[in-house]
């Protein structure tokens, strides 16, 4: 019996390591960036628009403006796309095929960000530089190479809530007249729009955490871009460039902006959790 | 009549417009990894997986980043899975839902969500210089095992929840405790979908770059120790493209990359269909 | 304060959550008989059985008052050692519960968690409870193949079987034929007979014509409460209580 109690609470305490190490995180992440952001100021450190780190200058509105572009832009990219593919399995292609699609589908989320980024890279940038101008190193490819890299996870969550409607929704309308499209369209869509949009908040969280396929591409100017075709820093590439060699309060700032995305993940986060529930109730 | 036209008109351009975006979208994903696998797959050949890397990696293999990813992986998989599966335990059978669980619940959620650079910056702050391991295999390691544990916690839950009530209750009604019901009822059903979810922790490790570059280091040097810092595949892929060292290097690194990332995925699904979708 | 009888239900009462399942039982078991359990779907009867062996333990937010004491000793006592308990008091379920291994492990699951490793004794264990299950010259053959490929009526004989090997003192078996067809429902009957030379026995019968062919005594459940209890014949052909005839004759079900 006593055995048991202790096996019990071993596993207690086993559990509770997911919550520790999060503490553990946002403790040591805070312990190393607040203090920096407090020193700047933090109305200076998040809105200043001026980054050189080597004058003392922590000023990271580019990044939060390029993150916010880019990001955004692969929503543009990914969420259309997304839906029309997870429409596409669900409804209008015969169950075999679906079913062989959609591991490939998966097999595509495991791909490393740095083969996407590789192929943005070799074959997407110097397609933009060419046709549209710039360095092609640029928000534009960004957007697009990141919107691909969303793709699976908004597909397979969106189809999942596709696939969980009941039937008599669907059948309920065609019985009614409506042609396939029009209940997709006006039954189907507005019913599962809480799960799509919670495949848009974890894409959108995917896209906002993205580091390496963004440095290979996005060109890394530490500075306000004012087009799409200009390149751009990142919250995440700006701590994935200059990690490597900061040091004292330069490495510090890198923290800070590490603070900084924690909040708008964790803020993220929540809202994706606080819809789930809100789903489920 | 007018009316029942234009219906059938929007039906079919709109099932157009899908079926052009869906195609589209499937041959660009398709694309991206047959562009790889062509230029690279053709340098592929033992000695490249047998040498390691030369000239800062203009010439020779990646050995050295094999066995990089190889301990980097088990370091992983070796600290999460104890304590993955032990989180999937607790909640599934010493508990109901109740405060702890919810935090329990919330805390593998939003350690989910956490990007991999905060993972990097967690790793080289707590790891590196704080528990004094610097750069080396077993900080990347220990990093990622804090990356992968909330993919074994749901898997192994998911699996822990499939087995069914009657086992249980049958073993109980024959004297058994919740421990011996785990031990001999519980986990050994739940075996397949838990090393579903580890195999899904190995592909994580596996492409990880962000988190493994402030962590272990960047060293092609083939290791001596756990202690040594390390280059993953994906990290020398990652600084052979952006250094622009030697792309013919980088494709074959990425055919390679993919290549591996494949097999696990065949393998994870293959355990799936095989032992874990059986009514 | 009686204490006669293997079992003695003392005031007993269970509650899921708020929900009365049991109210205010008064029973007492003798030994080496069968007990039938009769009446009608949700009167308390699983219950009755799950709270002998503290199966209803496992399940969250349920509470009890009143007392059970088996040989005079009080099961809900915090010393009761529960896999001790449930070895002494085994069960059957309604529906076959062979566990996904071999038939050979089935039947020495439960020895084995108790402690025993020996091959020798194992084995002799396996053969005399299945045997005990009139199962042993079906299965003799074939007994390390899956139990999962057995048929619904060898299955509950494994299941039996299984419980056996744990040497207990009470059987309880919760409508043990139910899905099974004539032949193993007379199999399973003829074998409970024969066991109530050393067990003593509850079974809650599948229908009223089961119990009337097997039980020595029988108790009467509607809604929780135990309306009527007594020698079989007695409850069959001269029921005291208006609620237990119009059971009995058919006129609900």
Known sequence: ?281 | MRMRISRHHTQALAKGVIWVAAFSTLVVMFWILYQVLREGLPRLHFEFFLQAPRQMGRAGGISSTIIGTIALTIVAIVIATPLGVGTAIFLREYTRESRVSRVIRFGTDCLAGVPSIIFGLFGFVFFVIFLGLGWSILSGGLTLATMILPTIICTAEEAIKAVPYTYREASFALGGTRWQTIRKMVLPNALPGILTGLLLGVGRSVGETAAVILTAGSSFITPGSLFSPIRTMAVHFYILAREGISMEMAYATGAALILLILAINMAANWLMYRYVHRA | MEKQGKIVFQHFQFHYGSFLALKDINLSIRSNQIFAILGPARSGKTTLLKSMNRLTDLIFGTNHTGRIFIDGQEIYDPNVSLPELRRRVGMVFDLPTALPLSIFENVAYGPRLKGLREKGRLEETVEKSLQAAVLWDEVKDRLHSSALRLSGGQQQRLCIARMLALEPEIIMLDEPCSGLDPISTASIERSLVALKEKYTILLVPHNIQQASRVADRVGFFLGGEMIEEGLADQIFTRPQNRKTEDYISGRFG
């Open chain 1, 1 to 281: 019996m006593f055995r048991e109690k202790v096996l019990e609470k071993s596993f207690l305490l086993i559990a509770l390591s997911s919550i520790s190490i999060l503490a553990l995180i946002a403790f040591f992440i805070f312990q190393q960036g607040i203090p920096l952001m407090w020193k700047v100021g933090p109305n200076s450190f998040l809105l200043g628009d001026r980054w050189f780190p080597s004058k003392e200058s922590f000023g990271i509105f580019p990044m939060i403006v390029g993150s916010f572009w880019v990001t955004l832009g692969s929503l543009v990219v990914g969420v259309p796309l997304g839906v029309a593919c997870a429409i596409f399995l669900c409804e209008l292609t015969p169950p075999a095929i679906a079913m062989v699609l959609r591991p490939m589908i998966q097999l595509l989320a495991a791909i490393p960000s740095v083969i996407y980024g590789f192929w943005g890279l070799i074959v997407l940038v110097p397609i933009i530089r060419d046709s549209l101008g710039g360095p092609g190193l640029s928000i534009l490819a960004g957007s697009l190479v990141l919107g691909i890299m969303i793709l699976p996870t908004i597909i397979s969550i969106a189809e999942d809530s596709l696939r969980a409607l009941p039937r008599s929704y669907k059948e309920g309308a065609l019985s009614l007249g409506a042609t396939h499209w029009q209940t997709i369209w006006r039954v189907l869509l507005p019913a599962a729009r809480s799960g799509i949009a919670s495949s848009v908040i974890l894409g959108m969280g995917r896209a906002i955490g993205e580091t390496m396929a963004m440095i290979m591409i996005l060109g890394n100017a530490a500075q306000m871009p004012h087009s799409i075709l200009d390149s751009a820093r990142t919250l995440t590439t700006n701590i994935g460039i200059e990690m490597g060699y900061a040091s004292g309060d330069h490495r510090q700032a890198l923290f800070a902006t590490g603070v900084v995305l924690f909040f708008i993940i964790m803020a993220l986060n929540s809202l994706a959790l606080f819809l789930s529930r809100r789903r489920r109730a």
